[in-house]
């Protein structure tokens, strides 16, 4: 006699036994025989008692097991609502799953595809589920397994165990990282349950040789059993099952295959694929009457299923956790003495961005890879790790800037790289984006220097994204806005700039959203454009703007002076509508800063929408929004907005987002780039970013604008220091480009060194008016003396700097910065007492007078007359609570760039005050300021070319 332990759904094999709930009793049920439509094979009278089976009680202990671990896991992660997804082609009826997956706390997402949907159809909609946070579980239906469909789901998701990968790890016996198929776990627990797993006990696997066939052949395997596989074609399937004790059916019998090869004393598992099916007058798999029950591995791979998804839930929530990375270091080749910059980035391999970015825990589907080197990292990435505690916050700051630099950037690297590559913390580098301006005008690249750079240095300083060009054609679209509406409403009637602005499209007439929320602030109710009155008319296309007030301009990304002042308007075809205007560097457009303060895309669209471009002749503020192109800026800022991933030196990770200046705009990255990072790192790891210029410029609008649009606040700041520079500012000669430095700077001087601490000291008191502990790094060169080092260190710990360390990072790499990073660390467990310089209720003039007093020293201010007016104008039209972004030279403490040291006694001028609205700051110009750079005489250009035959960039610096 043969004994059949369970069979699929479809009745296409001999017996089996009815399993039923405790408490019922099992009988036999007469089915079709094998290759037959309605066999009559009866079970014999003397059938000998068939092994016990529990498999309901199976599902039973999975579905209360599930429900237990999905309960724990939402008590740790409220928030926490895991889903399964399935793709159906047709239709189906998911009763059984849908109530299994209620029970234990899953959400079930059904996809409806045709039963003739297209291969690359269903991978679409498979890539739209992989990239789901949503979803932990993607089940594919048997008719939509297709090779390309089967390996587009991603391995993590694949609930069902049938990609290459989960197979793949499966028999490699990688079980803790694989997903075993649920109909394969079904089988082994049936033959578990009636004591068929024994050691040594030989298995026929009979069927199509596929995923499940070779998994479940391994699993048998890993107990100690004899498997073996065939097809249905093979001649000796009967001298197989005669060498076997347990024989396993996995896919119907051809038809007219005759039943001569069973053996009277075989046991048999027989199933079918399909997972989920459901049959009219079957029991629910909850209910404890007798009766006819679901088919057993049917129902139990549906039970297997759910576990899956609940085990590929606790995999994903555990990915989140904060966990010390295991990167992938590039170690140094350091000489002496050191090359130069691009020298530097070229003889280092960088690995692969792909790696880098799995290396931090970010998900493929989490990154855009730009070439092999870089890529933009989506802001999904936010809420996936919204529970994830945050990091050490560090600010890198510096003294008073001199021609001779003080290597902020280099500074930053070099930390990160000591904190990352020596002492194994998950570090962090958020820099600014350089604009090609100054990279082919006279300061050169930004991306670090010496052995503490970001790399490929020439990828970084040359387009990285395309970032600061879709700034321009935003900044510019906007630009010419403002002008052809001008044009437009002077040579059209009211009724005619209405018929073009809501055209009559195939006799219809519609608003586009963005006019209808014109309407709205308007205060215009009528939704239909023909019941619009004349007057309301008039007021909806008229938006009047004052040609004198257009503050908007138009930018490129080159230093070019001959554009500081232009005549636009001059072809005939402009009708004489002629003005003055300006372009400025593109940086310093207001979208940069935008950019940089945003924090998701839906705030980045209302700000962009803010941006005040000009008045009314009534005196009133016109927007982006008025001008109905707000939708088109966001549109091309859509990308720009995912900050970029790339690599240090030593193979550390940095991201690069987002470059305004910090004498014309707020100098510091992205708020975004912040918050990606602090959460990648953990709640031990440390984000490292810089504020452009001195303490005095870019740290105080890091605090008083950055901090307050981002909400964070930082542990530290470090503020750079050279021994040169110092010299400067004690009194020290002027220093002029291509001649070599004086003797001051170059020999043991340490009067000089004493003199020149007080802007250091000022740069300290500074920081301590926000309540941060300082850390000052002594940036070496090697003409600076032992002694000279140590005076500095001296007086900065004197002044009531935490610590003051020097640092070798641009010789040495990170191994030069571990003594500041051990400082930082130090200094970043001490409580701070963070808090803003002034409120911002206070009038906007004595904001400006705070930050002129508290933090430049100066007197008092004098404003002109067209800057008050200026602040009477925005404190009219409700612009008064804004921070203060203060525009004014990076050369000195005071307006006149030649005073260094710390000036005192001086009226700071303000000449004109402007705003950001989009942005959301108001901006004072001290003195002139110009927003667009020129070129010198010998540009860096001179040294930059390129290799024809390698393509290698040449003369970068």
């Known amino acids: 006699m043969w004994t059949l332990l369970a069979r699929s759904r479809r009745g296409c094999y001999c017996y089996r036994r009815q399993l039923l709930l405790p408490g019922t009793r099992g009988y036999a049920q007469r089915l079709p025989a094998i290759g037959t439509q309605d066999g009559a094979a009866e079970l014999p009278a003397a059938a000998r008692p068939l092994p016990a089976t529990d498999a309901m009680g199976s599902i039973r202990r999975i579905i209360l097991k599930c429900k237990a671990e999905l309960v724990a896991l939402k008590k740790c992660e409220p928030g926490f609502h895991p889903s399964l997804a399935i793709v159906q082609a047709g239709d189906g009826d998911m009763a059984e799953v849908k109530k299994m997956a209620e029970e234990v706390g899953l959400h079930v997402v059904q996809v409806h595809l045709r039963a003739e949907t297209a291969a690359k159809e269903i991978v679409n909609e498979i890539m739209k589920l992989n990239e789901d946070p949503k979803i932990h579980g993607l089940v594919l239906p048997l008719s939509l397994v297709s090779d390309e469909a089967l390996n587009a789901v991603n391995p993590e998701k694949d609930v069902d165990g049938i990609t290459d990968v989960n197979l793949g790890r499966l028999v490699r016996g990688n079980l803790s990282e694989c997903f075993v198929p649920p109909a394969v776990s079904a089988v082994m627990e049936l033959l578990d349950q009636a004591d068929l797993l024994t050691l040594g006990r030989k298995v026929l696997i009979i069927g199509e040789g596929g995923s499940r066939e070779a998994a479940l052949q391994k699993l048998v395997q890993m107990e100690g059993m004899v498997a073996v596989s065939c097809l249905w074609q093979s001649s000796n399937i009967a001298e197989l099952v005669n060498q076997t004790d347990v024989v396993v059916v996995t896919s119907p019998a051809p038809d007219g295959r005759r039943d001569d090869w069973l053996r009277a004393d075989s046991t048999i598992i027989a199933y079918d694929l399909p997972a989920f099916s459901s049959r009219s007058g079957c029991q629910d798999f909850q209910h404890d009457d007798p009766g006819p029950s679901h088919d057993e ?41 050191v090359p130069s910059d691009i020298e530097i980035s070229r003889a280092q391999t960088p690995k692969p961005i792909s790696l880098l970015a799995k290396e931090i825990g970010l998900h493929p589907t989490e990154i855009e890879a730009y070439g092999r080197n870089k890529a933009k990292v989506k802001l999904s990435l936010l809420d996936r790790l919204k529970n994830q505690e945050e990091g050490k916050y560090v600010l890198v700051a510096g003294i008073t800037p001199t021609p001779l630099g003080e290597g902020k950037s280099t500074v930053t690297i070099g930390l990160v790289q000591a904190l990352g590559a020596h002492l194994g913390v998950n570090a962090f580098a958020c820099v600014r984006q350089p604009s090609q301006g100054p990279t082919f005008g006279v300061k050169g690249g930004a991306a670090g220097g010496g052995y503490s750079q970001v790399i490929p240095m020439e990828e970084f300083n040359l387009h990285l994204t395309g970032d600061i060009h879709a700034i321009t054609a935003a900044n510019n679209l906007l630009a010419a806005a403002i002008d052809a509406r001008m044009l437009h409403e002077a040579a059209q009637s009211d009724q005619a700039l209405y018929n073009r602005l809501v055209p009559n499209v195939n006799g219809e007439r519609h608003f586009s959203a963005i006019q209808l929320a014109r309407l709205a602030r308007l205060g215009i109710e009528a939704k239909e454009p023909r019941s619009l009155t004349p007057a309301e008319i008039a007021k909806f296309v008229r938006l009047d703007i004052d040609p004198s007030t257009v503050t908007w301009q138009r930018v490129i990304d080159t230093n070019d002076r001959f554009l500081r002042k232009i005549t636009i308007g001059q072809s005939n075809t402009e009708k004489g509508f ?154 020290g000669p002027n220093v002029s480009a291509g001649k070599p430095l004086a003797k001051e700077y170059t020999e043991e001087n340490l009067p000089l060194v004493a003199d020149g601490c007080c802007n250091l000291q000022k740069q300290i008191q500074i920081a301590q008016l926000f309540g941060i502990p300082v850390v000052v790094a002594v940036n070496i060169f090697t003409t600076d003396t032992k002694a000279e080092i140590e005076l500095v260190c001296d007086i900065a710990k004197g002044s009531g700097a935490y610590d003051a360390v020097p640092c070798d990072h641009w010789a040495a790499g990170g191994r030069g910065a571990v003594q500041l990073a051990q400082a930082v660390s130090k200094a970043a467990d001490q409580k701070s007492s963070f808090r803003y310089l002034y409120d911002l209720q206070m009038p906007i003039v004595e904001k400006i007078r705070t930050i002129a007093q508290e933090v430049y020293g100066a007197e008092d201010i004098e404003l002109s007359p067209r800057a008050q007016s200026k602040v009477d104008l925005y404190t009219s039209q409700g612009f008064g609570e804004l921070p203060i972004c203060m525009a004014k030279t990076h050369l000195s403490l005071s307006h006149q760039s030649e005073r260094k040291g710390v000036p005192t006694g001086f009226i700071l001028p303000i000449q004109d005050v402007r705003a950001s609205i989009g942005a959301g700051f108001i901006y004072p110009l001290v003195g002139t300021m110009s927003t667009m750079p020129g070129l010198p005489t010998r540009p860096c250009f001179y040294d930059i070319d390129l290799d024809s035959e390698t393509e290698q960039v040449r003369g970068l610096f």
Not at 302 to 307: C, H, R, S, T, Y
Not at 318 to 328: D, F, G, T
Not at 686 to 712: H, P, Q, W, Y
């Open 297 to 337: 591995i049917g129902l139990l791979t549906v039970a297997l299923q759910i576990k899956n998804t609940v085990e590929s839930s606790t995999r994903w929530l555990k990915q989140q956790q904060h966990k010390r990375w295991n990167l992938q270091l590039l170690r140094l080749h350091t000489i002496s003495p």
């Open 578 to 731: 002629i003005r003055e205007a300006q372009f400025d560097i593109a940086v310093a457009s207001e979208i940069m800063a935008i950019l940089a303060l945003t924090d998701s895309l839906a705030d980045m669209k209302n700000r962009l929408g803010k941006i005040v471009v000009a008045n009314d002749r009534k005196g009133q503020p016109v927007t982006a929004e008025d001008l109905g192109v707000s939708g088109a800026l966001a549109v091309l800022m859509k990308d720009a907005i995912k900050p970029t991933l790339m690599q240090t030196l030593e193979g550390t990770p940095v991201f690069v987002h987002a470059g305004p200046f910090a004498n014309i705009a707020h100098g510091n990255s992205s708020v975004l780039a912040d918050k990606l990072a602090l959460k990648l790192v953990g709640n031990e790891g440390f984000v490292v970013t810089e504020a452009g210029f001195g303490a005095d410029i870019g740290m105080e609008k890091f605090f008083n604008i950055k901090c307050r649009a981002s909400g964070l606040q930082p542990d530290v700041v470090v503020l750079v220091a050279t021994i040169r520079a110092l010299k400067m500012h004690g009194g």
